[in-house]
């Protein structure tokens, strides 16, 4: 639904808005990653929590993630499974995001935009969630521990003025 609406309505408006010769240079969204980071590692339960719950957020199975590196002070060893992470692309990139600005980023409450200062240089976004309640696929008596998670947007645009024009063409909720 979303990818139609960008091939058919949004791609046309975003190479005329900035004046490229080419359609191949039109910005489009490359991938979503959505990464869960699980703060208790003595606990296994929160990890299959997270990943149950990042499995229905994004109708893909994430990957485990481990530590690269043994770090004393948070008694952590190389090797240990500290969170888990999905990319999803073109079609299950789309869809989310779709799900993300019109249903789950307008449910939170006293919500009011994003900035448009988290780009990162080269028109890629990341924003941060505190909580995976807010997704509606998610059940609040199925939570074992309410995390946050970072979701990165990347796209193909050379700037940050593509990557911003290309998300707000999606209907990506800026503060403006």
Do not use: H, W
């Amino acid at each position: 639904m979303l990818r139609e609406r960008y091939t058919n309505e949004i791609a046309p408006k975003l190479r005329e808005e900035l004046e490229l010769g080419n359609a191949m240079e039109t910005p489009r969204v490359l991938k979503v990653v959505v990464n869960m980071g699980v703060g208790d590692k003595d606990n296994p339960k929160v990890l299959e929590g997270a990943v149950n719950n990042l499995t229905k957020m994004t109708g893909q199975k994430p990957v485990v993630t481990k530590a690269k590196k043994s770090i004393s002070d948070f008694k952590l060893v190389q090797g240990d499974p500290i969170g888990c992470m999905v990319t999803l692309r073109r079609e299950r990139a789309y869809e989310f995001l779709n799900r993300l600005f019109n249903a789950v980023l307008p449910g939170i409450r006293d919500f009011r935009g994003l900035s448009s200062g988290a780009f990162d240089g080269r028109g890629n976004y990341t924003l941060g969630l505190s909580e995976q309640i807010t997704f509606p696929e998610i059940e609040y008596n199925e939570v074992v521990k309410t995390q946050g998670m970072d979701i990165t947007i990347v796209t193909s645009a050379r700037n940050d003025r593509e990557g911003y024009a290309l998300l707000k063409g999606l209907g990506f909720p800026f503060k403006d």
